[in-house]
Structure formats: C-alpha cells, structure tokens
Antibody, heavy 119, light 111 residues
Framework: QVRLQESGPGLVKPSQTLSLTCSVS??????????WNWIRQPAGGALEWIGR???????KYSPSFQSRVTMSIDTSRDQLSLQLRSVTAADTATYFC???????????WGQGLLVTVSS | DIVMTQSPDSLTVSLGERATINCKSS????????????LAWYQQKPGQPPKLLIY???TRQSGVPDRFSGSGSGTDFTLTISGLQAEDVAVYYC????????FGQGTKVEI
C-alpha cells in the first residue's frame, strides 16, 4: 500500500517561497497510471487543488497558482516537491500531497502539513 | 472552473437513520462517449486527510462499507449514508475531475 508523507518548514515569512517535499513509499513514484498532486486546505475550509505532475516531470497547474508555483519530481528518491513563491497570509493552510488515478480521483493522501505564513 | 455546490452545509442525523448529501456542478461532468460521470466523494475526519469513498459517481472504493452509496448524473449527485454509525461523523466533499479538479465546500455530518 502506497504511503505519502509531506515535510518542510511549518512557518514561512510573507513574500518568501514555500518549499515542501512529499516522500512516497510502498510503491514507486514511477508506477504507471498515476499522477502526483498538491492540494491545500485552510483551517475549517474547503480543499483547493494546486497542481499535478507525472513521473516524466510534466506538470499541470491550477490557473489560480500558475504564475507562482513550480512542481518537480525525483524518481530516484521517490519524492515530489512544491515551491510556491511570494506567499501571503492567505497561503496559510494544510498542504497535502495526493496520488490520483490517471488524472481522475485521488486514492491516496499524505497526512498533511500545516504551513503558516507569518512574520 | 467547474463550481461544485453542496447542500446542506451541515446536517444532524440520529444513529441508524439516513443521511443524504447533495452536490451540484455548474456544468455537466458526464462524458457522453463512455457514459461516465467524473465525480467522486470523500470523507474527512478531524485531523485526518480526506478518504476516497466513491468514484465515477457510484463506484464504492475497496473497503468502504456498503451503507455508503452514490447516485446521480450530469450536474446533480447524491451521497447517501444508510444507517448512520457514530464513526461516520465527518465532513464530506464532492470532487469533479471532468476538468481541472474542484471540490465542493463540504457538508458536516453530526449525530
């Protein structure tokens, strides 16, 4: 059974870059048929999709984040990464990595990492 | 973006009774060529990530109790919990994957 685990700083200053890593275990990140996503959720709020990346490194981003997000994948380490630039307090949220089946539904999720943007 | 609107925002149901959650999409999520509705449902308990319950609008994920069922097509969908159990207290989200993924605002189910 695949497991996902987010890691990174829990506190980021405004205007800086939020950088998170998701480590995948139990299955290879290179397994065919899956995409790897970042999704966030403000406290008490709804889920918001940030983007996805495939094993070849091709990424697709939500238009809401297109201008300031970069995702990457390291198949040798079974990790994916998220960089979100120029953060503000509105970016304070729990960030999840999740696997989707062929760009469809999300069948596996990490536990999530709370990131607070504050000086 | 396809906007997903759930109703109600919250509901209180007695143990053993039925809970019904509705989800409406701003445009159809039915792909005519394969007759599949690109709609999933998730359950999220406090401090936990969402858990996939239903996909293709009505297909139950492996291991999900059969008291959970999904129905609907096009723009209108329903998640039904038949015989609510204490462990079903959670927030439930619908999700469309017909276009760039979007989620409903969530429905909180309490006892």
């Amino acid at each position: 059974q695949v497991r996902l685990q987010e890691s990174g700083p829990g506190l980021v200053k405004p205007s800086q870059t939020l950088s998170l890593t998701c480590s995948v275990s139990g299955d290879s990140i290179s397994s065919g048929g899956f995409f790897w996503n970042w999704i966030r959720q403000p406290a008490g709020g709804a889920l918001e999709w940030i983007g996805r990346i495939d094993r070849g490194g091709t990424a697709k981003y939500s238009p809401s984040f297109q201008s300031r997000v970069t995702m990457s994948i390291d198949t040798s380490r079974d990790q994916l990464s998220l960089q979100l630039r120029s953060v503000t307090a509105a970016d304070t949220a729990t960030y999840f990595c999740a696997r989707d089946v062929a760009a469809y539904f999300f069948d596996s999720w990490g536990q999530g990492l709370l990131v607070t943007v504050s000086s | 973006d396809i906007v997903m609107t759930q109703s109600p925002d919250s509901l209180t149901v007695s143990l053993g009774e039925r809970a019904t959650i509705n989800c409406k999409s701003s445009q159809s999520v039915l792909l005519s060529s394969n007759s599949k509705n690109f709609l999933a449902w998730y359950q999220q308990k406090p401090g936990q990530p969402p858990k996939l319950l239903i996909y293709w609008a009505s297909t139950r994920q492996s291991g999900v109790p059969d008291r959970f069922s999904g129905s609907g097509s096009g723009t209108d969908f329903t998640l039904t919990i038949s015989g609510l159990q204490a462990e079903d207290v959670a927030v439930y989200y619908c999700h469309q994957y017909y276009r760039a993924p979007t989620f409903g605002q969530g429905t909180k189910v309490e006892i």
